[in-house]
């Protein structure tokens, strides 16, 4: 049973900057595909970044307007989400999902587990 754990949700300011942890355990974590989404209740699913297995290739979603950055440690079995210049829309439960079959996706329907989500809200 593939378990994830998002961590390093709070609250910051507008402008500041977070790094989100997602932790794997139960699976062999080098050989899924990882992604973030997040979520405001009441709102679709967002995709924010995917990476696939080896780490060498990344997508964003639009939301991220390059101040984002994914990036896993295979050894560590976790993924990071490094969040910067954020802003009071960034708010939202950020998820973490892995894709067992695949290179990673944007589509949410795409990957088979998902962490419980951390929360990131900014506001000063």
């Known amino acids: 049973q593939v378990q994830l754990v998002e961590s390093g949700g709070g609250l910051v300011q507008p402008g500041g900057s977070l790094r989100l942890s997602c932790a794997a355990s139960?699976?062999?974590?080098?050989?899924?595909?990882m992604g973030w989404f997040r979520q405001v209740s009441g709102k679709e699913r967002e995709f924010v970044a995917a990476?696939?297995?080896?780490?060498?290739?990344?997508w964003y979603g639009d939301v991220t307007e390059g101040r984002f950055t994914i990036s896993r440690d295979n050894a560590k079995n976790t993924v990071y989400l490094q969040m910067n210049s954020l802003k009071p829309e960034d708010t939202a439960n950020y998820y973490c999902?892995?894709?067992?079959?695949?290179?990673?996706?944007?589509?949410?329907?795409?990957?088979?587990?998902w962490g419980q989500g951390t929360q990131v809200t900014v506001s000063s």
């Open positions: 999902a892995a894709q067992v079959v695949g290179r990673g996706s944007s589509d949410y329907n795409a990957y088979e587990h």
């Open positions: 139960g699976g062999t974590f080098s050989s899924f595909a």
């Open positions: 990476i696939n297995r080896g780490g060498s290739m990344t």
